[in-house]
């Protein structure tokens, strides 16, 4: 099961939810409840880990800091 928790203030009454592609041809069931500030998630600063399914599917091939191209493909200057 998906679960897509979030805190959000309303905009005129309203609140809109960019919800992700796997949710599109579900039913949902949305349950809406004000949340106490003893509630909200605390930010940990820990940074949140790609799926274990990504690993190796990207490599560094070249020098990041290297010209992409040789100076010679350059001709601006003449």
């Known amino acids: 099961m998906d679960a ?5 203030k309303p905009h005129n ?3 809109v939810i960019d919800l992700p592609p796997s949710m599109d041809d579900c039913l949902l069931e949305v349950i809406v409840l004000p949340a106490r500030a003893d509630q909200l998630p605390a930010m940990s600063g820990r940074r949140r880990r790609p799926s ?3 690993a190796g599917t990207v490599g560094l091939k070249e020098d990041l ?4 191209v040789p ?4 001709d601006a200057l003449h």
């Open 13 to 15: 009454h309203q609140l």
């Open 71 to 74: 100076e010679t493909d350059w």
């Open 52 to 54: 274990p399914m990504l």
């Open 4 to 8: 897509l928790r979030l805190i959000a």
């Open 65 to 68: 800091l290297a010209a992409a």
